[in-house]
């Protein structure tokens, strides 16, 4: 008995080592797979990689190096696409102790110029100053605006590598969103935001090609080159909106020219004061800058092109909840935001095949817009705005043609139908053009069913 005890003994021993090499070979393979922060937050809340056909270091056969160069040019401004990108408001965050004991006094706005002035100039040594600030004033907006406009100087001197370049704009871009999320809404922050953010989608397109180009198409890396292609077709569609951006900034910095002015914020309180007065029948009530209405008029221009910038929709989202009054025509144009807002979302998911996105994308925006034009179906049809609703009916269901099901597709024809049937009576505009054009939808519409009945595929990009 006593030997084959010990015959137990010793072949248990030996699974036990055998479970333990095996155990740290397993360890050491996974060491291997270094990625980044923000990607490790992301693969938690997509297990399966940004393409679903991918799982993110499971191939023994690719290289590590050239895997996590593709990984890192992968990148997408959107936050609920890759998190890196979720911009938070630092009044939201809890004051330190340390911050509190330290330093209880905010910095001077004479400081504060002199900064702006010195940013251009010696950028380097600016930001260290700037990063000394921010050490103890982690709650003041202007700092981060400041960072961010340090960084991008710095690295327009530099001739580094492309990623190296590529990677400062990152931060870059993170702190100049801060600062306008962060209730910073001025001309000077927009102006500064966006050469940077644009900037960086340039450099960022640079680097992608050539990534995209060094990998196969086929192979152990086709996955991951895929995943490189929707991200590079949705920073195109980011990148598109760069000339709208900056003409909504042209236009308005003729109204507020004054050298003051680009540093006064359009702030959540100004804005709800603006749509309490304009409610109370005082429009003309005079503000820091300009009548209430010229205020909120402004507000709502600024606020429709930033729908198309994502990593700034905390402070969209904080604004359009005071802008929603009673005023119906403020209603239309909240309603014309979002809707913007949630087309643009529809564009990308259509990039990524994300068919359940799609449907309820789609429905988003058709309820939205039938409840307001069932509010104000009375309201006649002046300017585009006022018939954007009824467009927006259409839109929706051309956009999601392939990916609703025919009973639901026709019950929203139907129903569009019979509300853009009504424009013609509506329209006060000179030459009749918001009729016309519901009349050209309506036959869009119908031939859409048709195709839909007759299981005829429609060509919902060629339609965006």
């Known amino acids: 008995m006593i030997p084959l005890l010990k015959a137990k003994t010793k072949e248990e021993k030996l699974k036990k080592k055998i479970a333990k090499l095996e155990q740290k070979e397993k360890e050491k393979r996974y060491k291997k797979l270094a990625i980044r922060k923000d990607q490790e937050v992301f693969l938690e809340k997509k297990p399966d990689g940004f393409n679903k056909g991918f799982v993110f270091g499971q191939s023994r056969i690719r290289d590590q190096r050239v895997e996590k160069e593709i990984v890192g040019a992968t990148l997408v401004l959107i936050p609920n696409v890759d998190p890196y990108w979720k911009v938070d408001n630092i009044f939201k965050k809890k004051k330190s102790i340390k911050s509190q004991l330290i330093f209880k006094s905010e910095i001077s706005e004479k400081k504060l110029e002199k900064l702006r002035e010195s940013a251009p ?84 397109k640079v680097y992608q090609t050539r990534v995209y180009a060094s990998v196969n198409s086929e192979g152990p890396y086709a996955e991951l080159r895929v995943n490189l292609s929707n991200a590079m077709q949705i920073n195109d569609l980011l990148y598109e909106k760069k000339e709208g951006c900056f003409n909504m900034l042209s236009f308005v910095s003729k109204n507020f020219n004054k050298s003051s002015q680009m540093h ?3 702030d959540l309180l100004s804005i709800r004061r603006g749509v309490e007065y304009i409610n109370a029948g005082l429009a003309t009530k005079k503000m820091e800058l300009g009548t209430a209405e010229e205020v909120i008029n402004t507000v709502m221009g600024i606020l429709t092109t930033l729908v198309k910038v994502p990593i700034l929709e905390p402070f969209i989202e904080q604004a359009t909840k005071y802008l929603g009054g009673s005023n119906s025509t403020m209603k239309l144009k909240v309603v014309g935001i979002h809707s913007s807002r949630l087309l643009f979302e529809f564009r990308v998911a259509v990039i990524l095949r994300e068919m359940d996105t799609m449907k309820k994308l789609a429905r988003r925006v058709f309820q939205l817009n039938l409840a307001l034009i069932k509010t104000v179906k009375k309201r006649s049809i ?19 043609a392939n990916v609703m099901d025919k009973s639901t597709q026709e019950t929203m024809i139907k129903t569009a139908v019979k509300w853009l049937g009504n424009v013609s009576a509506l329209d006060s505009s000179k030459d009749i053009k918001f009729a016309r054009n519901a009349d050209e939808t309506i036959l869009r519409l119908d031939a859409l069913l048709y195709a839909k009945m007759q299981d005829v595929p429609f060509d919902f990009e060629s339609e965006m």
Do not use: W
């Open 382 to 400: 002046r300017h585009q705005s006022e018939y954007d609703p009824y467009q927006n009916l259409a839109h929706a269901i051309e956009f999601s």
């Open 264 to 266: 006064t914020r359009f």
């Open 121 to 204: 100039k010696t950028p380097g040594a600016t930001r260290m100053e700037v990063k000394k600030f921010l050490e103890v004033n982690h709650r003041n907006r202007d700092l981060y605006m400041l960072s961010a406009i340090c960084t991008n100087k710095m690295l327009k001197n530099t001739k580094g590598e492309k990623k190296d370049i590529v990677d400062g704009l990152k931060l870059a871009v993170i702190d100049a969103a801060t600062a306008v999320v962060s209730d910073g809404l001025s001309l000077y922050n927009l102006q500064h935001f966006f050469e940077i953010y644009f900037r960086f989608l340039e450099q960022l």
